[in-house]
């Protein structure tokens, strides 16, 4: 079984089964299951519909056979949270479901990649000019305006000049070490504080925050709403990896529960998890009223991601534009002051 993983996780690196098309695969599998079609026939339909990705699928096909689990079937090519998603989902019954949610969840990456390509297309090209434009005055103009300048413009210019080096050079080793500690940092850290630090990300943390949100609250409902207690749930969850931000989660939980603490005040100390969930534990509905109160949550979080990606995609273009601005104004004045110096030099 080993040799059969081992060799069809080569055939999986050759394949470009990219998110676009595990969007569309785990969107139509969803649909096939919800009109009757069983797992096997659905992967079998999808091999011939999705030509360009059939080697994959025969790969999931043959763990399929061998006896796997859909999840474990599907395991090589995505990420661990929708593993762990497709692996709750598949033992309490809500797989079509969850299919159809990762699906979306795919679909709407993709688009905003490409919204996000479209929107660059117009200021990279503009940036590119106006490198140009700064490569042709540095080599024709400013060398010409230096030659104006007095005997103490010439010193003060030639001082920059040797300043500017050691100056870019700290900057860059600088910006190096920085890199190198977040990285080191990260490898160190366990899947809770790397949620952590994400979500606490200046501009893109809030969608971090919305996604742990939404994934969280929607796991959670699908095992509530089977009717599992918070023992079963965190057996459940003991079983996954102990770098999965599920497992971490649930450490943090065991441990709250033996020492008496309350579930609000460990929500409430986890920027990644909605305060929305303090409230709904608070309320003392049953274990399904529960799994339903989050069920609508998650697909609240979902809606705000996709708004707050939507307004980030607006504030692109005029940001890039403001960078753009500032530039050529900078190139003004670093044309025209030289010219004002030189004529206050003549008078």
Known sequence: MVKLRRRLKKNLHRDSFNQAAQAKWFLLIGDL???????????????????????????????LKAGESFANSVREFVKPDLYYQLVLAEKHGELVETLNEIGTILVTKQKQRQKLQQLLQYPLLLLFLLGLLVMGLSTYVFPEL??????????????LKQFWPIFVGVLMLGVALLVLVTVIRWRKFSADQRAQWLCGLPLVGKCYQLYYGYYVASTLAVLLQCGMSLKEILTVIDNFSPRSLLYCLGQEVRQQVKQGGELRQ??????YLPNEVAVLISKGATVKELGDDLAMLSKMQFKRLINQLEGMLALVQPVIFIVIALVIVGLYLSILLPIYQSVQGVY
């Open 33 to 63: 299951l919800r009109v009757g079609f069983s797992l096997q026939r659905a992967l079998t339909f999808t091999m011939v519909v999705m030509k360009k990705n059939q080697r994959t699928l025969m790969a999931v096909n043959q763990h």
């Open 146 to 159: 230096a030659s104006w300048q007095t005997e103490q413009g010439r010193s003060t210019l030639t001082s």
């Open 266 to 271: 460990l929500v409430l100390n986890h920027q």
